[in-house]
């Protein structure tokens, strides 16, 4: 496997563009450990592509350096299929910025193909190239790697970079590539940091707490972050949310009355009793964190028919523009259009009002929620929407 990485990225430059995967390993870890990066840079014309598996955790691992740089430069095209948990990987681990980024898995939903398309599915539908798959739940992180694993890995990138130029013809020829690239530029901005308040609200059974118990299940998260990063173990391995809450709720302050709580085995109250009740004392000691008393929106009884019916007309002209569904509307983000409009407030700041998808379905759901727009069944028992 190629390790000379500044050959890699003078020829990603020159060519103006880079396909780029990775193989990790999650399980069991606080966060994922990089194991395999693959890249795939155009020769000649472009109709093939040259590929090199690059190998972290050999010996030295590799001097990342040179292709961080490229992943940074504006003028080189960064090519990946679902590249979310890449891009969040190779930010943290390579301490880079990621820029121009074209995501093979994101253009398919706005070229007539199904959200969420795999990559093998998509190069058969694109280049009708078939791909070997027999690697694909293999332990990465084990060396020495086989050459079946090396081989299925470099398949992940070969055919990248055609089926990138396949669907950017084609969404040339939609009028829709600027679109495209517009939603993949959310990519540059993910991170796999873990945000304390985040995990807070999203415990199990926590609007049921008082004030006071809130700081205390606060103080419990971020003991359970920094334990869990410091030994790289995953958070529900150090403490389970049902048990952090309950702690929460009883605020033991002895490891004698922690062990009265379900769900703790002896192993955790040897080795952590004394931090647990230590986090439950600067819990106490804490400003009590008020509960969110303000009802979800889109839970009002008089609100779901609305939702369906916002839902009908998305979906309508997602069929009609052969877009995926899922590109044009969350339901979360059409609970809070029509909680607004219900309201009398201003419109909510949502991806479904903004941009593009506000020209091809946003403006019609505010005309629809306001009377101007209406929904029937016509011909064919297909949907109609009327209106100004």
Same mark, same amino acid.
């Given at each position: 496997?190629?390790? /000379?990485?500044?050959?890699?990225?003078?020829?990603?430059?020159?060519?103006?563009?880079?396909?780029?995967?990775?193989?990790?390993?999650?399980?069991?870890?606080?966060?994922?450990?990089?194991?395999?990066?693959?890249?795939?840079?155009?020769?000649?014309?472009?109709?093939?592509?040259?590929?090199?598996?690059?190998?972290?955790?050999?010996?030295?691992?590799?001097?990342?350096?040179?292709?961080?740089?490229?992943?940074?430069?504006?003028?080189?095209?960064?090519?990946?299929?679902?590249?979310?948990?890449?891009?969040?990987?190779?930010?943290?681990?390579?301490?880079?910025?990621?820029?121009?980024?074209?995501?093979?898995?994101?253009?398919?939903?706005?070229?007539?193909?199904?959200?969420?398309?795999?990559?093998?599915?998509?190069?058969?539908?694109?280049?009708?190239?078939?791909?070997?798959?027999?690697?694909?739940?293999? +332990?990465?992180?084990?060396?020495?790697?086989?050459?079946?694993?090396?081989?299925?890995?470099?398949? /992940?990138?070969?055919?990248?970079?055609?089926?990138? /130029?396949?669907?950017?013809?084609?969404?040339?020829?939609?009028?829709?590539?600027?679109?495209?690239?517009?939603?993949?530029?959310?990519?540059?901005?993910?991170?796999?940091?873990?945000?304390?308040?985040?995990?807070?609200?999203?415990?199990?059974?926590?609007?049921?707490?008082?004030?006071?118990? +809130?700081? *205390?299940?606060?103080?419990?998260?971020?003991?359970?972050?920094?334990?869990?990063?410091?030994?790289?173990?995953?958070?529900?391995?150090?403490?389970?949310?049902?048990?952090?809450?309950?702690?929460?709720?009883?605020?033991?302050?002895?490891?004698?009355?922690?062990?009265?709580?379900?769900?703790?085995?002896?192993?955790?109250?040897?080795?952590?009793?004394?931090?647990? *009740?230590?986090?439950?004392?600067?819990?106490?000691?804490?400003?009590?964190?008020?509960?969110? +008393?303000?009802?979800?929106?889109?839970?009002?009884?008089?609100?779901?028919?609305?939702?369906?019916?916002?839902?009908?007309?998305?979906?309508?002209?997602?069929?009609?523009?052969?877009?995926?569904?899922?590109?044009?509307?969350?339901?979360?983000?059409?609970?809070?259009?029509?909680?607004?409009?219900?309201?009398?407030?201003?419109?909510?700041? *949502?991806?479904?009002?903004?941009?593009?998808?506000?020209?091809?379905?946003?403006?019609?759901?505010?005309?629809?929620?306001?009377? /101007?727009?209406?929904?029937?069944?016509?011909?064919? +028992?297909?949907?109609?929407?009327?209106?100004?």
């Amino acid at each position: 496997m190629a390790q /000379d990485t500044a050959e890699i990225a003078a020829r990603a430059t020159r060519a103006g563009r880079l396909g780029i995967d990775t193989e990790f390993m999650g399980e069991g870890r606080y966060r994922p450990l990089l194991c395999l990066v693959q890249v795939a840079v155009p020769t000649g014309d472009g109709s093939t592509s040259d590929v090199d598996v690059l190998d972290p955790l050999t010996d030295g691992g590799i001097d990342h350096g040179p292709l961080a740089d490229v992943l940074a430069d504006p003028a080189v095209e960064i090519v990946m299929h679902a590249g979310r948990q890449d891009c969040t990987l190779l930010r943290r681990v390579w301490e880079t910025r990621l820029t121009n980024i074209f995501d093979t898995q994101v253009a398919a939903g706005f070229a007539g193909l199904r959200a969420q398309l795999g990559y093998e599915p998509l190069v058969g539908e694109l280049l009708g190239v078939r791909l070997r798959k027999s690697a694909s739940f293999t +332990r990465w992180d084990v060396r020495p790697l086989s050459e079946e694993q090396v081989s299925y890995a470099r398949e /992940d990138v070969l055919h990248l970079l055609q089926a990138a /130029d396949a669907l950017q013809d084609r969404l040339g020829d939609m009028g829709r590539l600027d679109w495209a690239r517009e939603e993949c530029r959310f990519l540059e901005e993910l991170s796999d940091e873990r945000d304390p308040e985040v995990l807070f609200e999203r415990l199990p059974r926590i609007g049921g707490l008082d004030p006071g118990m +809130r700081a *205390v299940a606060y103080e419990l998260v971020l003991w359970r972050e920094d334990t869990a990063r410091e030994g790289d173990r995953p958070a529900s391995s150090v403490l389970q949310d049902a048990a952090l809450v309950e702690i929460a709720k009883r605020r033991p302050a002895s490891p004698e009355r922690l062990g009265q709580i379900r769900g703790l085995h002896e192993g955790i109250l040897r080795r952590r009793g004394a931090q647990i *009740v230590a986090a439950v004392e600067r819990g106490r000691a804490r400003e009590p964190i008020p509960s969110e +008393r303000e009802r979800p929106a889109g839970t009002e009884p008089e609100d779901a028919p609305l939702i369906t019916l916002a839902e009908s007309l998305v979906r309508t002209r997602a069929l009609e523009r052969e877009l995926a569904y899922e590109l044009l509307a969350a339901r979360a983000d059409l609970q809070r259009i029509v909680t607004a409009f219900r309201d009398g407030k201003p419109e909510p700041d *949502v991806r479904t009002l903004q941009g593009w998808r506000r020209e091809v379905v946003g403006a019609e759901l505010l005309e629809l929620l306001a009377g /101007d727009r209406t929904l029937r069944v016509g011909a064919g +028992r297909r949907i109609e929407i009327s209106g100004p």
